[in-house]
């Protein structure tokens, strides 16, 4: 079962606008992550915030955590055409089993960013 | 060092055949992890490995599917008497440690698997 729900489903921006993508989740989590997807295949970690935290910045990447509200955002700055991918975000469940490593995914947002 | 690296990248098969896709992790990465991606949505957990042993095989959908890492490095997803709704990218991520441990996974491009 997927747990994060992220919205916009489809995000169509000009290069060098900015990019906010929104995740929310369901249950207690140990930290949130943010994934990049090019061409339906390999996935490439972008940032991972912990439950603890509330902003994390990386390059052009800041995520926000509310975990009142079990919801993330996702914003790049300044876009490329580059960034045109599908973003994911996922969680790894709080728990403090040794089995708790799986990662509960989104569906996606597909993101495009117009040259 | 290398990343993880997946083989086939893709696979045709037909109904009801056995079909084997291999994931070679990080080298020194003890934790190993399956997902599968179906179009249209976001990865599923399958299996995660800690070492040889399989930590948490929940999220296999049924015993038709099976894992093995023998030597705790290389991993092989086993598919029995394959269905068409099989057909998905199955994708292998490993990291460094596993459990309650705030480690990345690092996946690999996948293979995607079509059955006829």
């Known amino acids: 079962s997927q747990q994060g729900e992220e919205d916009p489903q489809a995000l169509s921006i000009q290069e060098g606008e900015n990019a906010t993508m929104n995740c929310s989740y369901k249950t207690s989590i140990n930290n949130l992550q943010w994934y990049r997807q090019n061409s339906g295949r390999g996935l490439v970690h972008l940032i991972l915030i912990r439950s603890n935290e509330r902003e994390k910045h990386s390059g052009r990447l800041r995520v926000t955590l509310d975990t009142s509200k079990k919801s993330s955002s996702l914003l790049i700055t300044a876009s490329r055409a580059a960034d045109t991918a599908s973003y994911f975000c996922?969680?790894?469940?709080?728990?403090?089993?040794?089995?708790?490593?799986?990662?509960?995914f989104g569906k996606g947002i597909t993101l495009s960013v117009r040259p | 060092g290398a990343g993880v690296s997946q083989t086939p990248s893709n696979k045709v098969t037909e109904k009801g055949k056995y079909v084997e896709l291999r994931c070679d992790p990080i080298?020194?990465?003890?934790?190993l992890y399956w997902y599968r991606q179906s179009l249209g949505q976001g990865p599923e957990f399958l299996i995660y490995f800690q070492g040889t042993g399989a930590a948490d095989d929940s999220g296999l959908p049924n015993d038709r599917f099976f894992a093995v890492r023998p030597e705790g490095s290389v991993s092989t997803l086993k598919i029995q008497r394959t269905e068409r709704g099989d057909s998905a990218v199955y994708l292998c991520a490993s990291s460094l440690r596993g459990g309650p441990y705030l480690y990345t996974q690092y996946f690999g491009p996948g293979t995607r698997l079509t059955v006829l």
């Open positions: 080298s020194g990465h003890t934790a």
């Open positions: 996922a969680t790894l469940k709080d728990s403090y089993t040794g089995a708790n490593s799986k990662l509960t």
